[in-house]
């Protein structure tokens, strides 16, 4: 399967550039980089530290997805909203880690959906999809009986809160208790809040060093309380997700898929 890695010099792309390195089945078509970065013309293999790739970081995105059968896409929503779009136009798979989007962007991730095979999800791993599995069995098991809180924590240099991740997880809850996440999030406390409304789903983000991502789903009841939770080590366990989310996705028919179908979970 030949793939676009998208961020290629950045911390997230050089994993996927060596993992796909040592995948057999997937080859590196192209790396991408934004218009102006240093690392344009270089190339993606001795960037991410193995051996040399020959294919040179470039910011000509229609150029390499015409020869590509998918693309791995940790960027910013603007970015890969006008990837998905590009997706739909050569029908190829699309995976999608980035955070961070508005309505309006998820609208036309799924209208580009109609032609391109798109997998996005807040987290691509597979332990933390697991998590959200559980999640969703606990509060469906415990009704508004226990309150939900969700508390993740990141690196300082994190520009969205909640997390996508703490978001998923959310919504995973919510499902679980047959409601909507938009009508019972709680994403900030602060000053003279009053008691805790019954059946509302709490967040709480925090910043800070070189954390990867931690998570946990907090139910809370009377006298006990549960914990579910996911440390995050090493961002390879989100290149390996997303991978194999693309092997996963091709040949299959277009549509927007979550973490959740390629692991069976759904």
Not at 86 to 102: E, M, P
């Amino acid at each position: 399967m030949r793939l676009v890695v998208v961020g290629a010099a950045g911390r997230m792309g050089r994993a996927l550039v060596r993992l796909i390195e040592e995948t057999p089945g997937a080859v590196l078509c192209g790396a991408l980089e934004r218009e102006g970065s240093p690392s344009l013309g270089e190339d993606a293999g001795l960037l991410a530290g193995c051996q040399k790739a020959n294919v040179a970081i470039s910011d000509d995105a229609l150029s390499l997805i015409v020869e590509a059968d998918g693309i791995l896409d940790f960027s910013s929503p603007a970015t890969s909203v006008v990837l998905a779009g590009l997706a739909a136009q050569a029908r190829i798979v699309h995976v999608i880690g980035t955070t961070g989007f508005a309505a309006a962007d998820l609208a036309k991730l799924t209208a580009a959906a109609r032609h391109a095979t798109i997998v996005r999800s807040g987290n691509m791993s597979l332990g933390v999809n697991l998590l959200a599995g559980l999640a969703r069995q606990a509060a469906k098991a415990l009704g508004e009986s226990f309150d939900i809180e969700i508390v993740e924590m990141h690196h300082r240099m994190k520009v969205d809160a909640p997390s996508g991740t703490a978001l998923l997880l959310g919504e995973a809850a919510a499902d679980g208790l047959g409601v909507s996440l938009d009508t019972h999030a709680v994403r900030g406390r602060d000053g003279v809040t009053g008691a805790r409304i019954n059946g509302t789903i709490g967040f709480a983000a925090l910043r800070g060093g070189t954390v990867v991502g931690d998570h946990s789903v907090v139910f809370a009841g009377e006298g006990e309380r549960i914990e579910l939770t996911h440390r995050a080590e090493d961002r390879a366990i989100f290149a390996r997700g997303a991978l194999k989310a693309a092997l996963w996705a091709r040949g299959r028919k277009p549509g927007l898929y979550s973490m959740a179908n390629v692991l069976g979970l759904d």
